[in-house]
């Protein structure tokens, strides 16, 4: 029952609460698990001899003590030692081993845990040839030893003797490591280049750890994974979940990823792209290095089936021009060609019409894609609306050209009197409406004039409602005679009212005296 005693409390110390950071289990010269090890032998005397056999039958790592014919013993505290060292960036935090240690002539074995500088702590010294198994303590040490050393001079300063039984044989070693080292992280690519992206794109990953090593690497987009590695394969791990090396995984790791921003996650706009690395942890939660940026992707227009076009043209029918100007209802048409380096026409291509009303800050949406026909050229008949921005644009593969076209179109506003004969001091009332979109809140100007007259005159100046109706009155003064007076609306250019200056049709009022 004590045996089983002693297992339990070993397991409890191995596998205790995980730290902070990442813990992963270490075997070593465990027959059956692994039957190597990657502890150095160190001496200071040549009359400790060491010597690594880890197999099934064998003592495993194994420590002895030899006098040759004529040496007269071994200098107190010297010793000879099998070190495992903890790689930089992890700690040794608990563990257990199983040893048999036998003592001789004042020579001792013993197995002890310390800290980078500073005093170690004895775990094992139980010289009594039997095995037992020992739990390393909890804590956080650079090195585990198992030592023989001249603990005891029997003559003067030296063990003397032939010491022959003395020994230190150590096997079934399994270290908890915890590690603290963050992984360094560089990022880089055609996607980061701080262009506007399209297409597919590059992205490449370095990445160093002083730790456990890389274990894993994961690319997202907007919150999703679309790429990364699981390097599972090459941490030396067993099927319980432990591993056989001190430093399991890769120290570095290179990757490259090809990215295609034109299907979901990416979306067009800005997209939160985050590389992480992550090493390994068996227990507890890995250390993870992050990085994070923000690209702006334009896949709006489709990439074409035809490629090789580099010059692309477009204006207005009616003006030739790349700007429009239209009354209130009117319509166009874009007419373009698709060429290559060498001025040939591009049959068959995709060419995409995109648009906006001309507000600030507004995307574009895909109205239509147009295929270019036998000569290259292409046409698009635009629609009745407010004014606008265009964008002809013709993309093979990542690399998109565009033409920017622009539609300005005057406002309107209906006008509607309540009377059309009057007299002096007795109101009339106007009113109207303008067109969507954004037609809340805006003024309207009604001016009035004598037909035949050089100058008008201001009759009101009204807001609009939420649904862009309006309201105005107006009450004449005497006239002499009786006068036909002609009255409009004014729709001024206004910031965030995406028409031209425009007005209404006449209405006549006649007054009399």
Not at 181 to 186: D, G, M, Q, S, V
Not at 260 to 273: D, E, Y
Not at 291 to 318: I, M, N, W, Y
Not at 331 to 358: E, F, K, M, Y
Request: charged residues 20%; positive net charge; glycine residues 12%.
């Amino acid at each position: 029952m004590a045996g089983v005693g002693t297992m339990v409390l070993a397991a409890s110390i191995l596998f205790g609460a995980p730290a902070q950071a990442g813990d992963y289990v270490v075997v070593q010269c465990a027959p059956g698990l692994n039957a190597s090890t990657e502890a150095r032998f160190s001496s200071t005397s040549k009359h400790f001899r060491g010597k690594q056999d880890c197999g099934r039958k064998s003592p495993g790592v194994q420590l002895r003590h030899y006098l040759d014919p004529g040496e007269t013993g071994t200098v107190a505290r010297r010793y000879g030692a099998w070190v495992w060292a903890a790689p930089l960036g992890t700690a040794i935090s608990g563990g257990s081993a199983r040893s048999r240690l036998e003592n001789a002539d004042g020579v001792s074995g013993y197995l002890v845990v310390s800290p980078a500088v500073g005093d170690g702590v004895v775990t094992e010294n139980q010289n009594d040839g039997k095995q037992h198994l020992s739990a390393i303590p909890a804590g956080s040490w650079r090195y585990f030893s198992a030592r023989l050393q001249c603990t005891a001079p029997n003559q003067g300063n030296r063990c003397v003797g032939r010491a022959g039984a003395a020994h230190t044989f150590l096997k079934q070693v399994r270290l908890r490591l915890t590690d603290l080292a963050t992984p360094k992280l560089a990022v880089g690519g055609s996607i980061l280049d701080g262009k506007v992206q399209r297409g597919q794109q590059s992205l490449g990953i370095i990445a160093v750890d002083e730790g456990s090593g890389i274990r894993s690497t994961s690319v997202t987009v907007n919150g999703t994974r679309i790429a990364g590695d699981d390097l599972v394969a090459s941490c030396h791990l067993l099927p319980t979940g432990q591993t056989t090396r001190m430093a399991p995984c890769p120290k570095t790791v290179g990757k490259s990823y090809s990215i295609n921003t034109a299907v979901p996650p990416f979306k067009n706009g800005t997209n939160k792209i985050a590389v992480c690395v992550s090493d390994h942890a068996q227990t507890g939660v890995a250390n993870t290095a992050c990085q994070s940026e923000d690209v702006v992707v334009d896949s709006l227009c489709p990439a074409s089936v035809v490629g090789g076009g580099t010059k692309l043209h477009a204006r207005f029918v009616r003006s030739g021009k790349r700007i429009a100007r239209l009354k209130f209802g009117g319509r166009t048409v874009i007419r373009g060609w698709l060429g290559d380096a060498r001025g040939n026409a591009v049959p068959g291509a995709t060419v995409c019409v995109q648009s906006h009303s001309d507000l600030p800050h507004k995307k574009f949406r895909l109205l239509r894609t147009i295929t270019t026909n036998a000569s290259g050229g292409f046409s698009y008949k635009i629609r009745r609306g407010a004014s606008r921005r265009l964008r002809i644009a013709y993309r093979d593969g990542a690399a998109q050209i565009s033409k920017g076209l622009r539609v300005k179109v005057r406002a309107k506003s209906t006008l509607r009197v309540s009377r059309r004969r009057t007299r002096p001091f007795k109101p009339v009332k106007f009113s109207g409406r303008i067109p969507d979109p954004h037609s809340g809140g805006r003024v309207v100007v009604i001016y009035g004039t004598v037909p035949g007259a050089k100058k008008r005159f201001l009759v009101r100046k009204a807001r609009t409602n939420a649904v862009g109706k309006w309201r105005a009155s107006y009450t004449f003064t005497p006239v002499p005679t009786t006068t036909r007076f002609v009255f409009w609306a004014v729709v001024p250019h206004q910031n965030g009212y995406p028409y031209s200056q425009g007005h209404s049709a006449a209405r006549y009022i006649r007054v009399r005296p």
